[in-house]
């Protein structure tokens, strides 16, 4: 049995690839697993429409390549955020976390990352942030029923940026399908705001982290900054982590046109499992 899953985040390889390919180059580059996307695009919204020929097109070619999917990175809540204002924009989001459940459970996927936002284009307010934590109970109550889990993605605003703000909701909805799965790229600019090491914040999550993405970043900046240049100690959070019993982790990255995405994700590889190796 491998000792831990290192899986690899959907949008590090191109997606004008077909699934057999994108699979195929996780796997050679050494990932366990991918993390499939279903963000605010339109395209990747579709996703959660797939017919079940197509579920099960995805899941074949999965199991073929031995590659299988570990999670859902659902960020469509940006768009559709839980505490929106628009009473149509609220129901299209409990609507997202209805499909996403049960998209997870047609591909055997037994986590779904949620981003802490209580809005994202529109102004928070006392208002949308309680309701927020209302349809989060709900959306918590529907995760239990599928038996799928939940976890926080620790974000790059205000509202949820440290674990130990993902945990005030955790512990205010004390159910066991609800938890954190951390970025430690964004904790790690967290932690420049506020001045609690990432491993002190890491650590008010004990128990309740159910995976980690593994992502660089420089200060002010959380996305598409290449692995082995931001200011990020890997061994650190990597090992603080672990000692917490995480055992679950996604390289975070990004293609953006680059024609040397392979060596990208196979030195993010490397560099995940140079860390998670040494751990005892």
Not at 14 to 26: C, F, T
Not at 232 to 246: E, P
């Amino acid at each position: 049995m491998k000792r831990y899953q290192l899986g690899l985040y959907e949008k590090a390889v191109p997606g004008g690839l077909g699934w057999d390919r994108r699979l195929e180059a996780a796997k050679r580059a050494g990932f366990d697993a991918m993390e499939l996307s279903v963000d605010e695009t339109d395209e990747r919204l579709s996703r959660l429409d797939w017919s079940a020929p197509e579920r099960k097109a995805l899941r074949d070619e999965a199991q073929n390549q031995g590659l299988p999917f570990s999670s859902i990175c659902l960020s469509a809540h940006r768009r559709y955020p839980l505490g929106s204002a628009d009473p149509a924009t609220e129901r299209r989001g409990l609507e997202i976390m209805q499909k996403a459940l049960e998209l997870a459970v047609e591909l055997s996927i037994p986590v779904i990352q949620l981003a802490g936002y209580d809005v994202y284009y529109e102004k928070s307010t006392p208002d949308t942030i309680k309701r927020f934590g209302d349809n989060l109970a709900r959306a918590v109550e529907m995760a239990a029923s599928f038996g799928v889990l939940l976890g926080f993605e620790t974000m790059e605003t205000p509202f949820m940026d440290t674990v130990g703000k993902a945990m005030a909701y955790v512990d205010e909805v004390n159910s066991p399908y609800l938890h954190v799965y951390p970025d430690i790229g964004n904790l790690t600019n967290a932690s420049l705001l506020y001045g609690e090491p990432v491993t002190d914040d890491l650590r008010r999550g004990a128990g309740r982290l159910i995976a980690a993405h593994i992502k660089e970043t420089v200060p002010g900046k959380y996305r598409e900054i290449p692995f082995g240049t931001g200011h990020v100690d890997f061994a650190a959070a990597i090992g603080a982590a672990w000692s917490l019993g995480v055992r679950r982790f996604v390289t975070e990255l990004w293609y953006v046109g680059q024609p040397d995405w392979r060596r990208d994700i196979e030195f993010a590889c490397r560099l995940a499992r140079r860390h998670l190796d040494a751990q005892g």
